[in-house]
């Protein structure tokens, strides 16, 4: 999977900001060549060497593409690729089936836009090309170094991005705020707090992205809202009660989420 990311972190692998035009084909000797037009010029990538992803180790890389920018290093013999059937995914752009029966899927999102909907600057908030293969073996994902801001420097490390809809913030997804997965359980919580003046983004539906382990793609789910809760409504503490026990399931050892 070939992933953008800002330069300070090194779980994904950057290919290009803001690309137009893309395509997408795969040859019998398992080289994907992406094609495309950024900053006014067309390139043409070509990545190998690389499928899912390994479980989390301090001593051994994480999986990544090797890749040639110039393009020269592409052959068209055996390639060409049939329509997609692969799962569907998040931000699609295009896919393929490849000669060897495998899936190759474009994705692209903002993945960096800033926190509590905050306008886009210096550079946050552009359009990145993802290119990808998933599987996730049901194993946890998670890193072991990270910024004091919460950004993984590690190739293990993902953080969950979780957008508002139709919040405070204003109408449609906007950003409420991006954090780190727990190592070693990968399981991440989050809550929606008066971090800023404004109060909490609270929205009709919320929307939790991740980048995708090694080179797998990128997943999304969007889970509708609730309603405010009502302590003397029984129906509101029984669903309280189940959600808690849920989570305490969930995150039996982890010891950073403290909830209730």
Same mark, same amino acid.
């Given at each position: 999977?070939?992933?953008?990311?800002?330069?300070?972190?090194?779980?994904?692998?950057?290919?290009?900001?803001?690309?137009?035009?893309? +395509? *997408?084909?795969?040859?019998?000797?398992?080289?994907? *060549?992406?094609?495309?037009?950024? +900053?006014?010029?067309? +390139?043409?990538?070509? &990545?190998?060497?690389?499928?899912?992803?390994?479980?989390? %180790?301090?001593?051994?890389?994480?999986?990544?593409?090797?890749?040639?920018?110039?393009?020269?290093?592409?052959?068209?013999?055996?390639?060409?690729?049939?329509?997609?059937?692969?799962?569907? *995914?998040?931000?699609?752009?295009?896919?393929?089936?490849?000669?060897?029966?495998?899936?190759? &899927?474009?994705?692209?999102?903002?993945?960096?836009?800033?926190?509590?909907?905050?306008?886009?600057?210096?550079?946050?908030?552009?359009?990145?090309? @993802?290119?990808?293969? !998933?599987?996730?073996?049901?194993?946890?994902?998670?890193?072991?170094?990270?910024?004091?801001?919460?950004?993984?420097?590690?190739?293990?490390?993902? %953080?969950?991005?979780?957008?508002?809809?139709?919040?405070?913030?204003?109408?449609?997804?906007?950003?409420? %705020?991006?954090? !780190?997965? @727990?190592?070693?359980?990968?399981?991440?919580?989050?809550?929606?707090?008066?971090?800023?003046?404004?109060?909490?983004?609270?929205?009709?539906?919320?929307?939790?992205?991740?980048?995708?382990?090694?080179?797998?793609?990128?997943?999304?789910?969007?889970?509708?809202?609730? +309603?405010?809760?009502?302590?003397?409504?029984?129906?509101?503490?029984?669903?309280?009660?189940?959600?808690?026990? *849920?989570?305490?399931?969930?995150?039996?050892?982890?010891?950073?989420? @403290?909830? @209730?």
């Amino acid at each position: 999977m070939l992933l953008l990311a800002p330069a300070s972190a090194f779980a994904s692998q950057l290919i290009d900001r803001d690309a137009r035009g893309v +395509h *997408l084909t795969v040859n019998a000797r398992g080289q994907a *060549l992406l094609t495309y037009t950024a +900053h006014g010029s067309f +390139h043409r990538v070509v &990545a190998w060497g690389a499928i899912n992803a390994r479980y989390p %180790n301090p001593k051994i890389p994480q999986v990544q593409f090797r890749k040639d920018y110039s393009g020269r290093s592409w052959s068209s013999a055996g390639g060409g690729c049939r329509p997609y059937a692969g799962p569907k *995914l998040a931000f699609f752009v295009m896919g393929c089936t490849a000669p060897d029966g495998s899936y190759w &899927a474009v994705q692209s999102w903002r993945r960096t836009l800033p926190n509590f909907a905050e306008p886009p600057r210096g550079g946050l908030g552009e359009w990145e090309l @993802h290119l990808g293969r !998933l599987t996730y073996a049901g194993q946890p994902v998670y890193g072991f170094t990270a910024t004091r801001a919460g950004s993984p420097t590690d190739d293990y490390g993902r %953080n969950i991005y979780v957008d508002t809809f139709d919040s405070r913030y204003g109408k449609g997804w906007r950003r409420e %705020n991006a954090f !780190l997965t @727990h190592s070693p359980t990968g399981v991440f919580c989050y809550g929606f707090y008066p971090f800023t003046s404004g109060g909490p983004g609270n929205g009709a539906k919320y929307r939790l992205t991740a980048v995708g382990p090694g080179v797998t793609p990128d997943v999304s789910i969007v889970i509708p809202g609730l +309603h405010d809760y009502d302590r003397s409504n029984a129906a509101d503490v029984a669903y309280e009660r189940q959600q808690n026990a *849920l989570l305490d399931s969930i995150a039996a050892g982890d010891r950073k989420c @403290h909830v @209730h």
